[in-house]
C-alpha cells in the first residue's frame, strides 16, 4: 500500500513540477486561485471587521483635548498670584513658570474633580462619589483622594511654547 501511495503522489507531482518549471505562474492562475478561495478570503476579512468592531466597542475610549493660553505677565492676578502675595523676579519667565506650577498644583486638580458631575466622576474614578467633595483647604489627602488627584495630575500637560507668552495645556487619557 506504501508503494501505491507513493506513485500516485510521483505521478501527481511530477506534470505539476514540469509545467510550472516550463511555464511559471501567469496572472490567470493568480485570479483562478483567488476566485476558488474567494470565501476564506471574505471569512477572513469578516472576522477581522467583527474582531475591531468588538475592540473599539468595549475599550473605554481615549481622548486629548488641546488649549493654548495667553498669560500677561504684567497683570497681577492672572490666576490670583498677585492676590495671594507671591513675589516674582519681574521676569516675564519668571511669572510665566509660576502659572505652570500653579496648573499643576493639586489645589487646582481637587478644583477640577469637585466641578465633575456625578456621571463624569464615575467615568473618571471608577466608582460613584461619596456625596462629599475632596477638601480644597487640607493639608494630608486620604489615600484615594491622593490617587485621583495624581490621576487627574498624570493626564495634564502644561508646558510654555519657546519665546512666547503662551502656554499650552493638555488634557489627555492615558
Known sequence: MDQKNSLRLDRVSQPLIAHRAEHGITVGDVVQ???????????????????????????????????????DPDRAGTLGVGEQGAQTSGEPGDAIHTELVIFKSDIVAIHAINA????????????????????????????DQQKLVNKLEKQLTVKQIDGTQLISVAVQDK
Open 116 to 143: 465633575l458631575t456625578d456621571s463624569e466622576y464615575l467615568r473618571f474614578a471608577g466608582s460613584p462619589r461619596n456625596g462629599v467633595p475632596i477638601p480644597e483647604q487640607v493639608d494630608v489627602l486620604t489615600r
Open 33 to 71: 486561485r483567488l476566485m476558488a478561495h474567494g470565501w476564506l478570503i471574505a471569512a477572513c476579512g469578516l472576522i477581522c471587521l467583527a474582531l475591531s468592531w468588538g475592540y473599539v466597542v468595549h475599550t473605554p475610549p481615549s481622548f486629548q483635548a488641546l488649549a493654548i493660553l495667553r498669560f
